[in-house]
């Protein structure tokens, strides 16, 4: 069975600075992985997605995710933090044998602080 | 164009009641899904659905049942709903089944049980 595993449940940041929110997975197999961003009363919107290639993968927003298979790792990070990234990131994970069922993390949320 | 739409957007009904909530995309996607996502932010899936085949969560009771009227269309019905029931459901879509595509999300439905 996959499972994704976000440790820092909260994430508090003041604007310019750098931010990095750690996803850890365990699947056996190749996976698809992914980060989703969920503003406040809004839905998950997709922020960048590795399938293959290119471990370092450059989403939307700024947003960049490094995947180190050794580490079973799929970091976010974003050199400089504006308020308006203030929100709930989710890590997904996808192994291509487990059908079409993605397994989320629980979950950063980030407050960042005008 | 809005891509995956859910109605209604919130849902206030009580106990014991049977509701219905429903999903469409007009992303050409051939699977559909519905998630769950409590008062803690965590997202749980409850199905994966295609023309051809329908894959439950074995966690979600059957008082739930997935209903696709076409290819395009997920909708959701609930039976003898339960205060646990609360939480906000999000409908998502893929492209291809058994393939890594990112799912895209719609806007979710408030679901409050009294």
């Known amino acids: 069975a996959q499972s994704v595993s976000q440790h820092n449940h909260h994430v508090i940041l003041s604007e310019a600075a750098s931010l990095e929110l750690g996803c850890n997975y365990s699947y056996g197999g190749t996976v698809n992985l992914f980060w989703y961003v969920q503003y406040p009363g809004q839905h998950l919107q997709l922020l960048l997605k590795?399938?293959?290639?290119?471990?370092l993968v450059k989403g939307i927003k700024g947003f960049e995710a490094e995947f180190i298979k050794s580490k079973f790792s799929f970091n976010l990070r974003k050199p400089s933090v504006q308020w308006s990234d203030t929100a709930e990131y989710f890590c997904?994970?996808?192994?291509?044998?487990?059908?079409?069922?993605?397994?989320f993390g629980g979950g950063t949320r980030l407050m960042v602080k005008p | 164009d809005t891509a995956v739409s859910q109605t209604p957007k919130y849902l206030v009904t009580q106990m014991g009641n049977d509701k219905s909530i429903k999903c469409e995309q007009n992303l050409g996607h051939d699977t559909m899904y519905w998630y769950k996502q409590d008062s803690k932010k965590f997202l749980k899936i409850m199905f994966s659905?295609?023309?051809?085949?329908?894959?439950i969560n074995e966690t979600v009771p059957n008082r739930f049942s997935p209903k696709s009227p076409d290819k395009a269309h997920l909708n959701l019905h609930i039976n003898s709903l339960e205060l646990g029931d609360s939480a906000v459901y999000f409908c998502?879509?893929?492209?291809?089944?058994?393939?890594?595509?990112?799912?895209?999300f719609g806007p979710g439905t408030r679901l409050l049980v009294l």
């Open positions: 997904a994970v996808k192994g291509n044998n487990a059908g079409n069922m993605l397994t």
């Open positions: 659905y295609n023309n051809k085949e329908l894959i």
């Open positions: 590795y399938f293959s290639g290119d471990p």
């Open positions: 998502a879509s893929s492209q291809r089944t058994g393939g890594p595509g990112a799912q895209y």
